[in-house]
């Protein structure tokens, strides 16, 4: 977590202390699963998606806790999808991170069926009265002060990202699209489907569960949507130009896939071009907010010039 | 469909049509996977559990409108939980229903993300206001008739019984329990779990979204949870003595794989007499409801007497 900002490191501790909470414990009875879904979550991922819920939240209401569930769901969804894509029947990842991947470490079937179990985790808990059982600071907030109406919509914003008109499609269309060279508007697409659906989504979700407006809904989604394509957009470049001991992984692997990416279609300048204008207009966007939006203006700047 | 009673074929028809409604059409971008969850979705699934839930709400109310999203949801669901059980890595089943099974016809990276968008799909049709696009005659009595509260509720049963404390953990035992000769109780777990949680999730949303009191509530439910551990049981008293032709598979599959089932454990005599046992108490939680009950007592005789 070196190089991120004070409060996106704060939120992304009190991510990390309520996702253990939401998970089954290790030695749950059947046990295996838990382990993998438990090894997968803390196998050292960014928390990019529920930091930026968090401070989505931030902007509107001084109390963030009631957010604390649905920024748990997004990191679970996200963790999910990494599960499935990394199976060898899709990407065939062997690492992630630095370490094997869940179904190097638990097998195929246990990989497929934590990352089902983790999709399926996110809506118990953004449905739950009480999304953990015992001592839990959080979900007493978050059932008594967000009205029903709100979960609701949380939900769908959170659902319909990730399905087969966000997340997936984006996902279907990366792997069809490999060794075949598309045009620019199928790499948007993917770019804008596969990373910025979630993120999106997730701004959304924090700009309705801290109170925002309508405003800010199509605002932050909008700076959220451009976040997740600079998202992949800059990991494509760190493929190429990256630090491989920083990332866990080998480099080169997009080129070798001939995987549809803007690299490939453009170069690296042209790349680097569209970047720097992603930054400029995602900027623009948390101008309104002036300083309130410093946190999410730091993380920002992490993304698009991150090294790993 | 054939043997179902009336009131049984009315709901399945109208489930047919609504989870039709649903679905993005085949030749929405990208193609594949919209064929591919299509696919399964229309491979003749008998509906058992759409038809449990619209029945149950039936006990409560006389519009059911209001209970199909609910009712095409775990249908999507119990559809993806097939398309993942067969895939290489778990079941690796070529056939089900006399067709080939969804790996078989759009590889096993569509597969997999097909399943993940049905279960994704769930959850967008339960918190959506207005679950299809177009001329839906479903979801404006939805959106307008049931209090979010209840819809948070309804989720939050659904999530559950899919999740690693029920479907999931029901599948992951099973797995782990081939050939391991296990006792009674991992027996029960497996037919609980895997196959009585979804069942008893749809009668519990059935009665919220009916109306019905919390009392219905934990009596219906218990009446699902008996339906489906004797589903299973009744699925592997088949596997040895069924009508191959009408299950369009082949038989005799449990033992070759040594499945850990009553039959395995217990002999065919003994697991008839628990059949019959789970029927009896069946029918008495039904007792109080009278003739209303009556499409659910034939569905019961069919899911403990049925030949396929």
Known sequence: MKNHPERFKKQVALVEQAMDLYLPAEDCYPENIHKAMRYSVFAGG??????????????????????????CAVEFIHTY???????????????????????????????????????TLAFEILSSRNPAAGPDPFSPAYALHVAPETRLRVIY???????????????????????????????????????????????????????????????????????????????????VQGDRDKMGKAGGMDAQREKATYVAAQGLQKTMDKRDELYRQAMLLLAPYGDAARALQEITGFVFYRDY
């Open 81 to 119: 999808s990494l599960i499935h894509d990394d199976l060898p029947a899709m990407d065939d990842d062997a690492y992630r991170r630095g370490q094997p991947t869940c179904h190097k470490v638990y097998g195929e079937a246990i990989a497929i069926l934590a990352g089902d179990a983790l999709l």
């Open 46 to 71: 960014k928390r990019i998606r529920p930091a930026l819920l968090l401070l989505a939240a931030e902007l509107f209401t001084e109390s963030t806790s009631q957010a604390v569930p649905a920024a």
């Open 157 to 239: 914003e959170i659902a319909r990202s990730s399905g087969v008109n966000g997340m997936i499609g984006g996902q279907v269309v990366d792997m069809e699209s490999e060794g075949k060279n598309p045009g620019q508007e199928v790499i948007a697409y993917i770019n804008q489907k596969k990373t910025g659906a979630l993120i999106e989504a997730s701004l959304r979700a924090g700009v309705l569960l801290g109170g925002g407006r309508e405003e800010d809904l199509s605002r932050l989604g909008r700076f959220g949507s451009l976040l997740g394509e600079a998202f992949q957009l800059v990991d494509d470049l760190l493929d």
